[in-house]
């Protein structure tokens, strides 16, 4: 599915450049060579990025060991 209309990136391009150890939505647009024209896109990315940020942190009680 495109989640940027503009440069038609699809989410499995996203999720592959989350992947890969971009944190950032600046980070995505760098991996996939694009950049942001409309924006209209950037509030998708963010929840992508930060949704998967969280996925990657260990867990409350692990963190406190
Ligand atoms: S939809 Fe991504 S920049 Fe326009």
């Keep these: 599915m ?3 209309i503009c440069n038609a990136i699809t ?3 996203i999720g592959h450049a ?8 600046s980070d995505v647009f ?3 060579g694009e ?8 509030p998708d990315l963010c929840r992508m990025v930060r949704s998967a940020r969280r ?8 963190a406190a060991d």
Excluded: E, F, T
């Design 2 to 4: 495109y989640v940027c």
């Design 11 to 13: 989410d499995r391009q």
């Design 18 to 25: 989350i992947d890969q150890g971009c944190g950032s939505v």
């Design 30 to 32: 760098r991996r996939v």
């Design 35 to 42: 950049k942001p024209n409309c924006g209209k896109c950037v």
């Design 55 to 62: 996925r990657a942190m260990p867990p409350l009680a692990d």
